[in-house]
């Protein structure tokens, strides 16, 4: 049987599709086919000859248009599709279009989602620094939405600005009152600084994992069996793949192969329509916990187990690890597996409890507070330091996020510098004693995470918001954008 997930980590790589259903836009998710039985050892390494190929492209893709002089040209994709065909790299690794094509767009998004990462750090950078007037970050934040100034400003070039567009970019400057030219020559330095600190040269040695084209498959029968025809790198020529269903799509599909188990797993992204929820009224403040999973601002709880899976995995680890004496964890089938079902129990437990959650609190607006990367948390007198390492925080909030978005609840992240020392009855400044948080000031007490939560919720309605993400009158917007990164 096919089975469905969300598509979240590489949904920017498929086109957007912003047309309105009922009452909103579509979203991505991902649904899964798989072989049937054993691939033969002859079509394996026809798959793998393949994925090799993926892989080198994709690696041509990021050394030549991976830098700061070629940051124009990934955006428009017209002139790297033109340079990639006149330099004839194609033919000389005789992959056919059909994956060459996919894997050239599947490595510019990859680029893209890159240089996007690198705008987000140097925007937070810009948030955090304390010595930047409005004027010197509203320049730089207009920068780096600009490509052609982002691009200038890095290769020290002065490519010609759009005529709607240097307007604006000279009223910055003057409204930067800097007659001399070093004000902005400063804030441009700190722009390249910045850059080249989160630039990074990208690079795959990952060759089980191609995306193809539509024109270079077909389902069908073979000796009774159903399942799929997928081109090889002779002309006119297919292998057959048995597959576990029957059912049949016509879109891009990435394939994901496993050779030691001589078996594939195919991946269909697929768009569906946004729920909406006219119950859906109230808004509340989360609070996300390595223990309890997420506190509300009305004192729920959702995830209660979480802390105690994630202990039970990260514990698993830690024994097999003593039990071979070396500091990394042997790849027995045994222990993979084991690891493979702890982690799709706790995945699974992570979004029952967010759909919980959302059907028990009926929001139409949520506010988090925007963790730290590296959290300063004491694991005292736990005698498990990767414990703290295990923490799928960032896979939670992914899930927060997408489901809030699969239901048009706005979802907003908030300051979260000193929420948890904020008193949330009066404001002042109050102290943490255990999981208690306590107010000098007006006596207010309260378990700490609920605190949190009423001050997501408080700085969410009083504006001391970082982004607003998924509301519901630009659901479909929000969703091309993304997928067009």
Not at 180 to 192: P, W
Not at 228 to 245: E, G, Y
Not at 470 to 485: D, H, L, T
């Amino acid at each position: 049987m096919s089975a469905e997930n969300t598509k979240t980590e590489s949904a920017p790589q498929y086109s957007g599709d912003d047309g309105r259903s009922q009452g909103g836009g579509k979203i991505c998710k991902a649904v899964h086919q798989y072989s049937k039985g054993k691939i033969s050892s002859e079509n394996m390494d026809v798959l793998m000859e393949i994925g090799h190929g993926c892989m080198v492209t994709r690696n041509y893709i990021y050394q030549k248009y991976g830098n700061i002089k070629s940051l124009v040209k990934v955006y428009s994709g017209y002139e790297v599709d033109a340079e990639v065909r006149a330099a004839r790299f194609r033919e000389e690794i005789g992959l056919p279009s059909v994956y060459f094509s996919a894997s050239v767009s599947r490595a510019l998004a990859d680029i893209k989602i890159m240089w996007a990462q690198v705008r987000n750090g140097i925007n937070d950078a810009l948030s955090r620094n304390e010595r930047f007037s409005s004027k010197d970050r509203h320049y730089i934040r207009f920068v780096l939405k600009t490509d052609i100034c982002y691009w200038n400003i890095l290769n020290k070039k002065s490519m010609p600005l759009p005529e709607k567009i240097q307007p604006k970019y000279e009223k910055l400057i003057a409204e930067l009152g800097d007659e001399s030219g070093q004000r902005v020559k400063n804030l441009n330095r700190y722009i390249c600084r910045q850059t080249r600190k989160r630039l990074r040269r990208q690079h795959t040695d990952n060759e089980l994992y191609f995306t193809i084209k539509k024109q270079g498959y077909r389902y069908g029968e073979s000796d009774g069996r159903h399942g799929i025809f997928l081109a090889t790198k002779v002309n006119r020529q297919r292998i057959f793949i048995p597959l576990t269903d029957t059912n049949t799509y016509d879109r891009m599909l990435d394939i994901k192969l496993d050779p030691q188990n001589k078996a594939i797993e195919i991946i269909i992204p697929l768009f569906v329509n946004i729920r909406q929820h006219e119950d859906y009224t109230n808004e509340i403040g989360i609070s996300l916990g390595l223990w309890n999973m997420i506190t509300t601002s009305a004192g729920n709880v959702y995830g209660s187990e979480f802390g105690k899976m994630q202990n039970e995995i990260s514990n698993y680890i830690l024994k097999e690890m003593r039990q071979n004496e070396r500091a990394k964890v042997c790849d027995t089938k045994k222990y993979a597996a084991n690891k493979a079902k702890m982690d799709a129990a706790l995945k699974n437990y992570i979004n029952m409890e967010i759909n919980r959650m959302l059907e028990s609190e009926k929001p139409k607006a949520v506010y988090m507070a925007k963790l730290p990367r590296n959290p300063g948390m004491s694991m005292k007198g736990t005698g498990n330091t990767y414990f703290l390492r295990m923490w799928r925080k960032g896979f939670v909030t992914e899930r927060i996020q997408w489901k809030c978005q699969n239901n048009a609840v706005q979802i907003t992240e908030v300051i979260g510098k000193g929420i948890g020392t904020e008193c949330s009855a009066c404001g002042q400044k109050g102290h943490v004693e255990g999981e208690r948080f306590q107010c000098p000031a007006c006596g207010f007490e309260e378990d700490k995470k609920v605190n949190s939560a009423r001050n997501a919720l408080i700085r969410g309605k009083t504006g001391k918001q970082l982004n607003k993400q998924f509301p519901q009158n630009e659901g479909g917007k929000a969703i091309k954008e993304m997928s067009e990164q």
